[in-house]
DNA sequence: TATTTTTTTTAGACAAATCTAAAACTTATA
DNA sequence: TATAAGTTTTAGATTTGTCTAAAAAAAATA
């Protein structure tokens, strides 16, 4: 078992990795953690030590295929339980995350196993992000975003990027959901907006920041 | 906010205290948190500078008012995630508890409300505990258990006092659940063992261990 | 390449929760 | 009521995870 802290710090480290392929630096750790890198330079030797991390002085840090699966393992558990919160709760989307930070340490095979059962063994989270099964294996991400689309291209919105709250409502106030279609009507030089036309909605324009956070297939 | 540590203190000394109604020793604080005097001693101090607690040197210590209402809303939360694991996940009654002790942890009012609304909520745990309202209001529990009946008493199951999982399982054995309707036929004073007759399933003798821990409700 | 800036690590400290051993206090008993 | 026994507290460590400030190393830049 690790602990709570050890898990965290793990999960940052996959995620910043690019799930698992790249190396993280200190600094980019201690943002995400919202720590002093000191606090990080520290964490890491003792992941590094249980052999979850590898590790050199200055130069970085990977994560390890053991200290992988144990970070698929906490974002699977997060994933389900927000599944379980929009879906048998109603919580909405942009409500469930600081709970699933918590409920994604809780212990026991059992009660996951049971619950992904209960569910219905969903593939996807609320957000659209893919959801590892057991053994630590996880669905790619797709990596166009809507920012990469042109005037006239029609794309469905696959999964938000960012899990704040700020984004989710933002998405929810102008009718963007996961599988919504789009069309690009028109792109701003200027600021890089975008001007789009959403079905059974208004038409938009949005900023590149968000459009930037919104993961889209392209048809 | 109290930490995870304080919250399983004041639980202890709620539940020791026989619902906050007496002093509590620092010996047995220590015996059912599986630590050291020392330590007790130590939490004691610091749940007396916050007001959870009445304390005196040497002389035991009492839940305050607001110590039983932080308890209440602990015990509030491990029922309610019982009551889930069973209803919902299908655990038996003999798994949940250790779960339970996790779950209860976990900090957010939405969440425990919805999860009450989601299970209908239920007045009673999957062991016929009670389970306190929001403003930590919980019923009584009834005090007769199996082992102050006489032969010739006739009886229904309320609850079950220990939540130990070898007590869990020996009942489902013996086929003693929540609601079951037994008759005392026999009492044996060498070792104050009873023998029994279950409604739907064999007559059983049971020694006076089992019994002091079944709440019955005489009929 | 030498210097400056940025990043990372180490040194030393702290709070929380625990421990063992010893001291202080209370209760039971001869 | 003196002494012994039991209980509780204090003293002093330890572990985990954090911090700030300073030192060390790497990267950027003049
Ligand atoms: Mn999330
Ligand atoms: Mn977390
Ligand atoms: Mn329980
Ligand atoms: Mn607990």
């Known amino acids: 078992m690790y602990s709570l802290s050890e898990e965290n710090y793990l999960k940052a480290i996959y995620h ?14 201690a943002e995400e953690m919202k720590t002093a890198p000191a606090s990080v330079s ?14 050199q002085k200055y130069r970085g840090v990977t994560i390890s295929s053991k200290g992988k699966y144990i970070a698929l393992n906490v974002i699977r558990k997060h994933r389900l339980w927000e599944v379980f919160l929009v879906e048998k709760l109603s919580f909405k989307w942009d409500e469930v995350h600081e709970v699933a930070e918590q409920l994604e340490h809780i212990q026991s ?6 619950l992904d059962e209960h569910l219905g063994f969903p593939k996807f ?16 991400i797709p990596t166009t975003t809507l920012s990469m689309l042109k005037p006239g291209d029609k794309c469905r919105v696959i999964c938000a990027k960012d899990s704040s709250s700020d ?15 789009l069309e690009v009507t028109d792109f701003h030089a200027f600021d890089g907006s975008f001007s789009l036309e959403v079905e059974g909605a208004n038409p938009i324009t949005i900023s ?9 297939e392209e048809l």
């Open 42 to 55: 520290d964490m890491i030797r003792k992941l590094s030590k249980k052999k979850l991390v590898n590790y």
């Open 16 to 29: 910043l990795s690019n799930n698992g392929e790249e190396s993280v630096n200190t600094n980019a750790i």
């Open 109 to 114: 095979n059992q009660l996951i196993e049971r």
């Open 125 to 140: 989270d609320p957000h659209g992000d893919p959801i590892p099964n057991a053994n630590g294996e996880i669905a790619p």
């Open 208 to 216: 590149s920041k968000v459009t930037e956070n919104i993961i889209v």
């Open 167 to 181: 984004l989710l409502v933002y998405l929810d106030k102008i009718k963007i959901s996961l599988g919504a279609r």
